[in-house]
């Protein structure tokens, strides 16, 4: 179905990225990673709202980050967000919220990827919301920030 | 003790922003706000953090673009988020944080404001930790995204 | 050859954005415009270049910068770039650059738009050299910064 | 007059930076550096104009990109710029602008610099009209992009 799709890194995401303690409350759930793509999809929960019942854009720039940071690990291996800029589009009150990362640039020190979310609606395609640009970088023996 | 504190800012945001259900969930403490600046601290929970112990970037962005919208909103009223830049300096697994948010120049239809995150220690200075520079939007009548 | 073309926002590109004194001075060349898309190239001369010979970064943002208002002006008229985040991937030296701009949404106040920076070689594929991220202003009647 | 100057600094960069072909073009002329902060002014000329009479971004970009290296250079050596998000918040028609950079943070690997861009004014304080924040990387023996 996702043709990107790598058994072995999605298994290495679900064991370490996932289980920690933040992704464990945030509970996405990861549809697919590898060859330097992931996606990835959020139930939104009450305590993900900011003051007007729109998703908190901290809820959005984390959805982000995961998908920066997952695709470019799925060809780069250990690898840490240096920086990202996240545009918000458009406020959404979605019950769903659904990622894509891809990379656009796989360099020996950073990899440059851009994410996209969008929410899904229950009629019509599902809407952008947010976009992102990141600059994640390769963790590698010696390095450090 | 803030010189900037403005005790009406202070009282809407604890009102409105602080009662929403992330920020709820998030925990963070308005200690002061008004004038453009705001500081607000962070005490760090286990679900917070991401699979090396450290507290997740996207914690770190949320609390970052709090600080921007509220430094924001203590001039200009009913703000929302357009875009933010982080850089994530250094990891930290520190037990609270800090961020000053600091309006750097206001303009009719945007705001721009940056926000340094710091990690408390229990000996010595706090550590910046996370810088972000933010555009935040001014909602006024018959505007849209 | 350019299904995005439209000859009427080229036109006025070349009247009004081309002919001021920077565009000048750069003298990228509009390959085609329209649509939300742009595609623009750059001839590199000696007086672009920075000390260790690759293309100065200011040059690549310029040309960044350009394409994405244009994009944005394609389908929204008359703008102005809000902020732009620039990611230099890859030093060049190459004598032509090129461009190529896409609007990702458009709303009534901003446009974010992305550019992707090519380098032309005289054998093999374009090589990717930067990558922008771009908030674009509508100027509307009475807006102001 | 300015503390933070370093002659050293300002030896080296007046030798190397500012005689490359870019720089010989932009014209503009080290004030001070060292220490992690420069201050830099550039004359506007007819050709850095966009087609409202205002300094086209570009030029605001480069010279924003210029002091966030060179204040990174000042410490850490030989830099090349990572990526830069630059925000332009208010059009300026000054015959003279004058940037001052500051590195917020030095890594082994990253420093993160800003930058402010003022319009000198023949009456008043300058006006701020950019802002950049960097992430700069060392170029250290064995690295690449």
Same mark, same amino acid.
């Given at each position: 179905m996702h043709s990107f799709a790598d058994e072995e890194v999605e298994e290495l995401l679900r064991q370490?990225?996932?289980?920690s303690g933040y992704n464990q409350w945030l509970g996405? %759930?990861?549809v697919a990673a590898g060859n330097g793509q992931v996606e990835v999809e959020l139930p939104v %929960?009450?305590?993900?709202?900011q003051h007007h019942g729109f998703v908190h854009g901290g809820v959005i720039g984390a959805l982000a980050d995961n998908a920066c940071a997952w695709a470019a690990a799925s060809i780069a291996g250990d690898v840490v967000t240096n920086s990202y800029t996240l545009q918000l589009l458009a406020p959404t009150s979605a019950s769903r919220l659904r990622v894509a990362g891809n990379v656009i640039k796989a360099g020996k020190r950073h990899v440059s990827v851009e994410a996209r979310v969008f929410a899904e609606r229950d009629a019509g395609d599902p809407k952008l919301t947010a976009v992102a640009l990141a600059s994640i970088s390769v963790v590698s023996e010696g390095s450090a920030a």
């Open positions: 370490v990225a996932l289980t996405a %759930r990861l %929960r009450a305590e993900m709202l």
